[in-house]
């Protein structure tokens, strides 16, 4: 339940109304914007909120218990803090956003309305749309470790402890196809397949310090094609360079004979399946109680 100061509901109560809603933004960079629909920029407490940015949003609805309440904020790239470029390169992506209604003749009077995170965004060339997810949207994701068959930890963290500098090479693009997949040297005498599921890092060009993940890795009578999960924010280039590093599928297969990580391996490949829930006692099985994989 929200509590309106006494000296706001006042002027809430009046036949005319002098409020605007103010949006704050914390990047995960650390940095803050300030937009407002206001006519004006409005200053509150040091931070300066741009005005008439092109913001417009839809209804807020709050509702009891753990449901996630969402809201969409929709904008024109007018300001020069938001660009389609930055948005491509997920500098806004899960970015801390508040919502205010503020009393623009006296900021001091203003009203929390919601607190979440960025979440889905889609854009064009001069306008975008993002998706404003409520607190409650962190319920619905996992933390902490899973019991799963498969691996919890990542490629050459700290529990993974395999040492990437000998699983990463450099690379420079021979041919472009689109946004997401090209053909490169440097590669020769990989395993088709090893870099799947690995990360390329672009060193020159114009997605210079971007990262994406690999989808798919063939190396075909010597000629290499990467394929990338999503597309780069900028066109790849011939002559582009990049270094990829060895990807990892977590099975204990490939723990054990591409890494030979075994023994750091973090999941648990004989935990029983579906089918051992529903198995029965079969008087043909020796039953003694041992381990079945030995």
């Given amino acids: 339940m929200k509590t309106v100061p006494v000296s706001m509901q006042a002027a809430l109560d009046g036949r005319a109304t002098t409020h605007a809603r103010c949006w704050k933004v914390e990047r995960r960079d650390g940095t803050l914007f300030g937009f407002t629909d206001h006519d004006r920029a409005l200053t509150i407490d040091g931070l300066s909120y741009e005005a008439a940015t092109g913001f417009t949003a839809t209804s807020i609805e709050s509702s009891l218990g753990l449901a996630v309440d969402n809201l969409d904020v929709e904008g024109a790239l007018s300001s ?14 899960d970015a801390t956003i508040e919502v205010w209604l503020v009393d623009w003749t006296e900021t001091v009077n203003r009203l929390l309305l919601r607190k979440g995170n960025i979440g889905e965004i889609s854009r064009g060339p001069t306008a975008f749309m993002a998706e404003l997810r409520g607190l409650a949207h962190r319920l619905g994701q996992t933390t902490g470790r899973q019991f799963d068959r498969t691996c919890s930890w990542e490629l050459g963290d700290g529990k993974c402890k395999v040492a990437l500098a000998g699983w990463i090479s450099a690379g420079v693009v021979v041919a472009a ?17 090893l870099f799947q599921r690995g990360l390329v890092t672009w060193t020159s060009g114009a997605n210079t310090g971007l990262q994406m993940e690999v989808k798919r890795h063939s190396n075909s009578n010597g000629t290499v094609t990467l394929e990338l999960v999503l597309p780069m924010a900028d066109a790849i280039e011939v002559g582009d360079s990049f270094s990829v590093q060895a990807g990892c599928d977590k099975t204990w297969a490939t723990c054990q004979a591409r890494f030979g990580n075994s023994d750091n391996f973090g999941g648990f490949p004989h935990m029983p399946g579906n089918e051992f829930v529903i198995g029965y006692a079969d008087k ?6 041992g381990s079945l994989f030995t």
């Fill in 177 to 193: 196809f689109d946004f997401r997949s090209f053909t490169g040297s440097g590669l020769d005498g990989k395993d088709d397949g």
């Fill in 80 to 93: 020069a803090s938001i660009t389609e470029d930055d948005i491509a390169r997920g500098l806004w992506d």
């Fill in 284 to 289: 043909d099985d020796l039953n003694d109680g």
